[in-house]
């Protein structure tokens, strides 16, 4: 896959999770051995990691059950030498239980195989190799129509 087709399918996963989180919109573009890697967010939802595609429909679940409003929009990304797209994000959630809303930056450093994501990593600061990445200009986001 070129970098812009990875981002083209990055951005078309972005579009179905903040389009209600749509689980049958995701799925395709998810390999079935893939996995969510939560970082510190997985305090919040009860798991460090969600494997296949059934663990994105829990992790879908997870976060239907725990917040009210989720949404993330890609403010930038590059890409490694090695083939990883590294993404950085603004995260804007409204908890279900207590109403409060914020609004942070996540890092994720996302792996392809076979034309599909294959892992996504989160974490609070940049991925180590974000400084010698590739940058990428985001342009019109592509949502598969």
């Not at 090695?82 to 996302?110: C, H, K, Y």
Request: charged share 20%; aromatic share 8%.
């Amino acid at each position: 896959m070129t970098p812009a087709e990875k981002l083209a399918l990055t951005e078309r996963s972005y579009a179905a999770f903040n389009d209600g989180l749509d689980i049958e919109a995701m799925l395709p573009l998810y390999h079935p051995g893939c996995e969510w890697q939560m970082g510190w967010m997985g305090a919040a939802l009860g798991t460090e990691t969600y494997r296949g595609h059934e663990g994105m429909r829990a992790l879908l679940s997870d976060i239907e059950e725990g917040f009210a409003e989720w949404t993330t929009l890609i403010e930038a990304t590059r890409h490694t030498h090695a083939g990883a797209l590294l993404v950085t994000t603004r995260m804007r959630v409204t908890s279900r239980d207590t109403n409060i809303e914020f609004a942070t930056p996540v890092w994720q450093e996302i792996t392809f195989q076979d034309d599909l994501i294959l892992s996504v990593a989160n974490s609070v600061e940049p991925p180590p190799a974000w400084g010698e990445a590739a940058p990428m200009d985001l342009g019109t986001p592509d949502t598969g129509t």
